[in-house]
């Protein structure tokens, strides 16, 4: 199996360097590296360069078109039987492609989605954003801990489909809104098997402050309305729940004047949540600052996640 790793990148040299690193360090060596420079004014031309001796890479430069279509072009270009995407700010682990390369073989996979992780040599900040990210207390769960890895809809930071399954879709459809939980909606119901690779895990550094962590969290609900269009099935229950939870919390003056008794009870399923978050955190991280500062990125992601969902729903709504 020959795989063609596809890199999309946006003025972010120093992070392509540590992803090539990690690359460079893999079990698995059958692959080659395609980076696809979207419009960048910072390039990473030069790194690259350093890289070329060390595995076989392509570089190519295009305008601005955002990343989906920036994949599209590379898997165009790519000489591989199964394509490997990953975000530019990730860091593979030694073994992850020999994870892949033996789950795609004994499970027979067309396309797959991995989970992320934290490193430890992470900032604080980007260790609550990844528990907060992945904690089943913000149906963060859903990204790499389902029961069923059939259920799994691969995030575009660390997915993979075969050649076949690329030609059959064409990739891509919607840049910037969504468009891989689209495209694994879409190869599903094609046909093609699809499933989440626990241990093909990847370390993403995420590289936000508090401010960009919650306006990326309102376009990820904005996003899941998006992909409704193309698949109205796409909303379940789950996607559901941080607006519940942005309602509940807005009702609770509401609540406070007119039903005190139900005040209360929200005052205290809340403060449970708050224990949860922190205790888990803090142990997961080793971490009793870590442990704090995952309680307001959660409550900012579901915040924001509901606040993007009601407000593209309203939209979509009146555009009837």
């Given at each position: 199996?020959?795989?063609?790793?596809i890199?999309p990148?946006?003025?972010?040299?120093?992070e392509?360097?540590?992803?090539?690193e990690?690359?460079?360090n893999?079990t698995?060596?059958?692959?080659?590296?395609?980076?696809?420079?979207?419009?960048?004014?910072?390039?990473c031309?030069?790194?690259?360069?350093?890289f070329s001796?060390?595995?076989?890479?392509?570089y190519?430069?295009?305008?601005?078109?955002?990343q989906?279509?920036?994949?599209?072009f590379?898997?165009?270009e790519?000489?591989?039987?199964?394509f490997?995407?990953?975000?530019?700010?990730?860091?593979?682990?030694?073994?992850?492609?020999?994870?892949?390369?033996?789950n795609?073989?004994?499970?027979?996979?067309d396309?797959f989605?991995?989970?992320?992780?934290a490193?430890?040599?992470?900032?604080?900040?980007?260790?609550?954003?990844?528990?907060?990210?992945?904690?089943?207390?913000?149906?963060?769960?859903?990204?790499?801990?389902?029961?069923?890895?059939?259920?799994?809809?691969?995030?575009?930071?660390?997915?993979g489909?075969?050649?076949?399954?690329?030609?059959?879709?064409?990739?891509?459809?919607?840049?910037?809104?969504?468009?891989?939980?689209?495209?694994?909606?879409r190869?599903?119901?094609?046909?093609?098997?699809?499933?989440?690779?626990?241990?093909?895990f990847?370390?993403?550094?995420?590289?936000?402050?508090?401010?960009?962590?919650?306006k990326?969290?309102?376009?990820?609900?904005?996003?899941?309305?998006?992909?409704?269009?193309?698949?109205?099935?796409?909303?379940?229950?789950?996607?559901?729940?941080?607006?519940?939870?942005?309602?509940?919390?807005?009702?609770?003056?509401?609540?406070f004047?007119?039903?005190?008794n139900?005040?209360y009870?929200g005052?205290f399923?809340?403060g449970?949540?708050?224990v949860?978050?922190?205790?888990?955190?803090?142990?997961e991280?080793?971490?009793?600052?870590i442990?704090?500062l995952?309680?307001?990125?959660?409550?900012?992601?579901?915040?924001?996640?509901?606040?993007?969902?009601?407000?593209?729903?309203?939209?979509?709504?009146?555009?009837?």
């Amino acid at each position: 199996m020959f795989f063609s790793i596809i890199i999309p990148v946006y003025n972010r040299p120093q992070e392509i360097k540590e992803l090539l690193e990690s690359l460079q360090n893999q079990t698995f060596q059958n692959f080659e590296v395609i980076i696809v420079e979207d419009g960048s004014t910072i390039t990473c031309e030069e790194i690259c360069k350093e890289f070329s001796s060390v595995f076989p890479l392509k570089y190519y430069v295009q305008r601005n078109t955002g990343q989906g279509f920036a994949r599209n072009f590379g898997m165009k270009e790519a000489k591989g039987d199964f394509f490997i995407l990953l975000d530019s700010d990730c860091i593979a682990p030694s073994h992850y492609l020999k994870v892949v390369a033996e789950n795609l073989q004994i499970r027979r996979l067309d396309a797959f989605g991995g989970p992320d992780a934290a490193g430890e040599n992470f900032s604080a900040l980007q260790k609550a954003i990844n528990f907060s990210m992945t904690s089943l207390f913000t149906t963060g769960g859903i990204r790499g801990k389902l029961p069923d890895p059939s259920k799994y809809q691969a995030r575009g930071y660390n997915m993979g489909l075969s050649r076949k399954a690329f030609e059959a879709t064409q990739g891509f459809v919607d840049p910037n809104k969504g468009e891989d939980i689209e495209l694994s909606i879409r190869l599903k119901k094609l046909g093609f098997k699809l499933e989440l690779i626990q241990d093909a895990f990847v370390y993403h550094k995420r590289r936000n402050t508090f401010w960009t962590f919650i306006k990326q969290s309102y376009s990820f609900g904005k996003n899941r309305v998006n992909v409704s269009r193309f698949h109205p099935e796409a909303i379940k229950l789950v996607h559901l729940l941080p607006f519940f939870f942005l309602l509940g919390i807005f009702s609770l003056p509401g609540l406070f004047i007119f039903r005190e008794n139900l005040f209360y009870l929200g005052v205290f399923v809340l403060g449970l949540w708050s224990v949860g978050i922190i205790v888990t955190s803090s142990i997961e991280n080793r971490s009793f600052f870590i442990g704090l500062l995952s309680l307001p990125v959660a409550f900012g992601q579901l915040l924001a996640y509901g606040a993007g969902l009601a407000s593209e729903s309203l939209r979509k709504a009146s555009k009837g």
